[in-house]
């Protein structure tokens, strides 16, 4: 017993010291345009790309959050969303909007929804041959996606599934108690705050995710001893601390239209948002649209999440689904390969069958 127990001490100091279980492992891609802020990664061997295509199912376009790596679609072997999506025979491709800082004060959401994320698409659309393709995006992923398809109607998309995508601020704690403190004084001192930092730094992201999963870490050291001879268990718990590690920052514009326009005037919740004279209404979308939400998601309520059924009723085809997990759990995980990612193929399947 006193053995065991010394391993298990051991094991947690060599981790907690930096020991890596297992490699980094991505599954196989081509990057074929590279761009600090738009990069574009198609996934997939050349045998799985030329059976997708030769089955005629359009590609699907994987939308990252802001502030988020994009390696959140592919955190590692059972992690990894773009390896579900192959494997239900479709080719995902992801964008990547990389790192932010000072250089970027000045990029805003238009800059994601009127430019990059509509040349991504064109992109894909040129290198694979379908005349439209889908959308699945995560958290603020799903918010440009929804922003892009209001002001660009035409777009080649056929869908959108937004996953853990909050649209209404006001159900989402604590922003409501932000807002009435910060009511007297016109919310200026959260504005002026983020107009001298210039945005919100990639520490202060960093340290912001891991408080929302304060439980996670005050038990990971009880977690590791526990599992100290379970290799799988403690390479998972590894790929969820690299990709805590690896988030961005918010650019400096992006973070106080979060503030202005979505916390504290919560236009989205109205769905018409107005970008300082550039107004987006997201009433008039009119594709296909699948949402998810979770009653234990501690970044974007179940519903924050389930408002949208309300808002983009005028699609006349919107689908909501509950998977009961975390905010990332929603994406990469158990309840992720067991739900999440089975009905996003079963709406696209759907659409699929329709079109025959």
């Given at each position: 017993m006193a053995a065991s127990r010394w391993k298990r001490v051991q094991t947690l100091a060599r981790i907690l010291g930096g020991h890596q279980v297992a490699p980094d492992t991505e599954t196989p891609h081509v990057t074929f345009f590279d761009d600090p802020q738009r990069t574009?990664?198609?996934?997939?061997?050349a045998e799985q790309v030329s059976a997708a295509r030769a089955s005629g199912r359009p590609p699907i376009l994987l939308v990252p959050p802001l502030a988020v790596p994009a390696r959140c679609y592919d955190l590692g072997p059972g992690q990894s969303a773009v390896e579900h999506l192959l494997a239900a025979g479709r080719i995902p491709y992801v964008v990547d909007f990389g790192d932010v800082g000072q250089a970027h004060r000045q990029v805003g959401f238009e800059t994601y929804f009127d430019d990059i994320v509509p040349q991504a698409i064109d992109r894909v659309l040129a290198d694979y041959p379908a005349d439209e393709l889908d959308v699945a995006a995560w958290s603020l992923g799903g918010t440009v996606s929804l922003l892009m398809l209001a002001a660009h109607p035409d777009l080649p998309v056929r869908s959108l599934t937004a996953i853990g995508t909050p649209l209404d601020y006001d159900a989402v704690t604590p922003y409501p108690l932000v807002k009435r403190v910060m009511r007297p004084v016109?919310?200026?001192?959260?504005?002026?705050a983020l107009k001298v930092m210039g945005g919100i730094p990639a520490p202060l992201v960093r340290i912001a995710y891991r408080a929302l999963a304060a439980d996670r870490e005050l038990k990971k050291p009880l977690y590791i001893m526990r599992n100290a001879d379970d290799h799988e268990a403690l390479a998972r718990m590894q790929v969820i601390d690299r990709f805590q590690n690896a988030m961005p920052g918010y650019a400096g514009k992006v973070s106080l239209?979060?503030?202005e326009n979505f916390v504290y005037r919560d236009e989205l919740a109205s769905g018409v948002v107005d970008f300082d004279g550039r107004v987006v209404d997201l009433t008039t979308i009119r594709k296909?649209?699948?949402l998810f939400g979770s009653?234990?998601?501690?970044?974007?309520?179940w519903d924050a999440a389930h408002h949208g059924v309300e808002l983009l009723s005028g699609s006349s085809d919107v689908h909501f689904q509950t998977v009961e997990t975390s905010h990332l759990g929603l994406i990469a995980g158990d309840a992720a390969a067991e739900q999440t990612?089975?009905?996003v193929e079963e709406f696209l399947d759907d659409l699929d069958t329709r079109e025959v």
């Open positions: 574009l990664r198609r996934y997939g061997t016109g919310g200026a001192p959260i504005t002026g239209q979060m503030w296909p649209i699948q009653h234990r998601d501690a970044i974007a309520s990612w089975p009905r």
